[in-house]
């Protein structure tokens, strides 16, 4: 089957919608499909810095003048085409008469945008950009959702929603647990003592995220005796002012590491006590997921999509109520070994290989009814 996957712009720099594709591409071609990946490629933004104001301007023109015509020439030698990020909704009136289907992550910017979250303020240009992106939902032909909630979500928005299913992302089978020496590596270099225990949150500076929360709960946590001594790494985008004073006032408890590669998290989540995960939204939560396949316990929101995805098999808590959140964690620390244990079991479900399976049945339904449409227009 020939498969044209249609990835997002490099220089976003958009580091899971990266690795969504390439897993796709990776899986696909291993089972000899002929699998084609193509993106916006950096034209207009060649000569301008990202820290330039005309840059985020010029990137539109990358995308939505530049590309399309591309894309459409490519499409006409396909069988299907996938737009692997929602945003990218506008690409499907580019598709032709090639059968496509999209993977919709989260609606939180499109929620954003439509007032739902008065915490995150959209501005004019972004409403535009996403009721753009919400109107190119509803011309989809075929919606795939990560996740339960996603689907919800978007039927709420959509008045007239066109067929949805779920298919839930893979973990990346890089994360697996790491060895004791990387585990020693990781410790050295922030600083943390080779027993020292610490807890462990990975996301980047999105209102979502709540990494307040995650700070709010890490104090609280202190005031119990057996997290008196433990520490907090907060791995991703370096925190904001506001945040680094509000994390410097925990008695040194919090570590920062920015910008983690793959392997540096495989080695934190391996050697954390668990993950602290209580976001307020997400399209899906990824992290809970590699935190499991690493051995590492689950500590996350007791709301969707983290119910779905740790596969209650974690510790949950209310995001917004520290207190709470930081007696529950303790008093569940005796089932930390149950949980590593359970978080490997549920994490098989969520192999590259099951997810493929579910796409190579999504293409061949779609690819299957192009032909038939072609037999009878040619009677």
């Known amino acids: 089957m020939r498969i044209l996957l249609v990835a997002n712009y490099q220089p976003d720099r958009q580091r899971s919608m990266a690795r969504y594709a390439e897993l796709l591409y990776k899986e696909l071609r291993k089972r000899g499909h002929a699998v084609g990946l193509i993106r916006p490629g950096p034209i207009a933004t060649r000569f301008v810095g990202a820290g330039n104001p005309l840059f985020r301007w010029l990137a539109y023109l990358d995308?939505?003048?530049?590309?399309?015509?591309?894309?459409?020439?490519?499409?006409?030698?396909?069988?299907?085409?996938?737009?692997?990020?929602?945003?990218?909704?506008?690409?499907?009136?580019?598709?032709?008469?090639?059968?496509?289907?999209?993977?919709?992550?989260?609606?939180?910017?499109?929620?954003?945008?439509?007032?739902?979250?008065?915490?995150?303020?959209?501005?004019?240009?972004?409403?535009?950009?996403?009721?753009?992106?919400?109107?190119?939902?509803?011309?989809?032909?075929?919606?795939?959702?990560?996740s339960d909630k996603t689907r919800r979500d978007l039927e709420e928005l959509l008045p007239a929603p066109p067929r949805m299913d779920v298919i839930a992302n893979a973990v990346d089978p890089a994360f697996t647990p790491a060895r004791a020496e990387q585990i020693a590596a990781i410790r050295a270099s922030l600083g943390l003592a080779a027993e020292e225990p610490y807890l462990l949150h990975v996301g980047n500076d999105n209102w979502y995220k709540n990494r307040?929360?995650?700070?709010?709960?890490?104090?609280?946590?202190?005031?119990?005796?057996?997290?008196?001594?433990?520490?907090?790494?907060?791995?991703?985008?370096?925190?904001?002012?506001?945040?680094?004073?509000?994390?410097?006032?925990?008695?040194?408890?919090?570590?920062?590491?920015?910008?983690?590669?793959?392997?540096?998290?495989?080695?934190?989540?391996?050697?954390?006590?668990?993950?602290?995960?209580?976001?307020?939204?997400?399209?899906?939560?990824?992290?809970?997921?590699?935190?499991?396949?690493?051995?590492?316990?689950?500590?996350?929101?007791?709301r969707s999509p983290m119910t779905e995805v740790a596969g209650n098999v974690a510790i949950l808590i209310n995001p917004e109520d520290a207190v709470s959140a930081a007696a529950a964690i303790a008093s569940r620390m005796g089932d930390l070994d149950a949980l590593r244990e359970a978080g490997l079991a549920n994490v098989r479900a969520y192999s590259p290989e099951n997810m493929v399976d579910r796409w190579c049945e999504i293409y061949r339904e779609l690819a299957s009814k192009r032909r038939e449409a072609t037999v009878l227009a040619g009677k």
């Open 63 to 146: 995308k939505f003048v530049f590309f399309p015509p591309l894309l459409r020439l490519r499409a006409r030698h396909a069988d299907v085409e996938h737009v692997c990020d929602h945003s990218n909704s506008c690409y499907l009136r580019w598709t032709g008469k090639t059968p496509n289907v999209i993977t919709a992550h989260d609606v939180l910017a499109i929620r954003s945008a439509l007032g739902h979250f008065p915490q995150n303020p959209t501005r004019p240009s972004g409403v535009l950009l996403q009721r753009w992106i919400l109107r190119g939902l509803a011309r989809a032909r075929r919606i795939i959702c990560v």
């Open 212 to 302: 307040t929360g995650v700070l709010h709960i890490m104090a609280e946590l202190r005031k119990h005796p057996q997290f008196r001594d433990a520490r907090l790494v907060m791995a991703g985008q370096a925190l904001p002012p506001s945040l680094r004073k509000a994390a410097q006032a925990i008695d040194g408890a919090v570590v920062e590491c920015v910008a983690a590669s793959d392997e540096q998290l495989r080695a934190l989540y391996t050697g954390a006590l668990a993950l602290l995960f209580p976001s307020l939204e997400e399209g899906f939560g990824w992290p809970i997921l590699e935190a499991q396949a690493c051995e590492c316990p689950v500590i996350t929101s007791n």
